[in-house]
């Protein structure tokens, strides 16, 4: 079962999208547009696509009056609509090589291209409209290369016939990494293979829509802000940030009360920081990034500037433009 499957309630009759896994063994489905329910995953069941087909209505020789009420629809309730899933799957040929797969799970039809990006030189895959539930083959792979894959880029538009909203262009970079490149084996969407399987569109999701409105006043004391910044718990229990370019690690950026943190503290929080951005920018396949780190005492600086010469996928760093950042700066070229 994978976002965008259309599943049916065991115990209902009602039918749905699947939108969103949630703890506890909890799917999150959208049973008509904009409303969303969670049910046990052992309440729902997958609805093939033959079966789909299936339910169809066949269309007889006088058939022309059942065309017009389709083209007509009533609004007394929206049918849902798949808004997720693009993925692309890995699937084993033999043990020595894999096909790769660009899929569309969703209801969208996706005007695409893919690229490759190999050591700087692009190329391109394919390109096309992938229809509602189809997928395209883009290559195949040997699996002992895989920290030599490329790197793929996926671009997309989102269209629908009928009045929607129009949704911002789907742009995706992905380097597969063998620590987590075995860890993501199940069964492909739309093929119905065993393969590996990355969500492309995962952090694409639009929540729901809240006022704004403005945050009250923080009460939190010194104390509790400073087991918070350092508990296990708050760096393991949130959703992986969206990659960025330039990190800013000045304490005024990390922290709503600077002024209570200890320096200690401080450069905990600040390399902590570089740490957990550094590896969000290496998974999404970022080329290069910038830290902001000040002159300072150079304290800070000078344990980045470590860290960096050891880590295994930094190809070479060095001080940021100075025209740009000043003096307190340090790019580093990702491998």
């Not at 040997?142 to 009928?162: C, H, M, N, S």
């Amino acid at each position: 079962m994978n976002i965008g499957d259309k599943v049916r309630l065991l115990r209902d009759k009602e039918e749905g999208i699947v939108y969103a896994f949630l703890p506890g063994n909890i799917v999150e489905i959208e049973i008509e547009e904009g409303f969303r329910i969670p049910v046990l995953r052992s309440e729902v069941v997958s609805v093939s696509p033959m079966e789909s087909q299936r339910l169809k209505p066949a269309e007889s020789a006088g058939g022309s009056f059942a065309r017009k009420q389709e083209e007509f629809p009533t609004f007394s309730r929206k049918a849902p609509f798949a808004e997720k899933g693009i993925y692309m799957a890995f699937v084993p040929v033999n043990d020595l090589e894999l096909t790769v797969h660009l899929i569309n799970n969703s209801d969208w039809a996706l005007p695409f291209t893919v690229y490759q990006d190999s050591a700087g030189r692009q190329a391109g895959l394919a390109s096309g409209v992938l229809s509602p539930r189809t997928n395209q083959r883009l290559t195949d792979l040997l699996t002992k290369d895989i920290e030599q894959w490329p790197i793929f880029e996926v671009q997309a538009l989102y269209f629908r016939e009928g009045s929607s909203d129009i949704k911002p262009p789907f742009h995706k970079r992905l380097r597969c990494r063998v620590q987590s490149f075995y860890k993501k084996k199940q069964q492909v969407p739309v093929l119905a293979k065993e393969g590996y399987v990355y969500q492309l569109d995962e952090e694409n999701v639009a929540g729901p829509v809240t006022p704004d409105v403005p945050p009250k006043p923080s009460s939190v004391t010194a104390s509790e802000l400073r087991e918070r910044m350092l508990s296990p718990e708050s760096t393991t229990s949130h959703k992986v940030e969206t990659p960025q370019a330039v990190v800013d690690l000045h304490l005024e950026k990390l922290s709503p009360i600077p002024d209570a943190v200890s320096n200690a503290d401080k450069l905990k929080l600040q390399l902590a920081t570089f740490e957990r951005q550094l590896e969000n920018a290496i998974a999404a396949g970022l080329d290069e990034i910038t830290f902001i780190h000040g002159a300072g005492s150079g304290v800070l600086r000078q344990e980045i500037h470590r860290r960096l010469s050891q880590h295994k996928n930094v190809q070479f760093f060095e001080d940021a433009q100075k025209e740009k950042f000043g003096y307190g700066a340090t790019f580093a070229k990702i491998k």
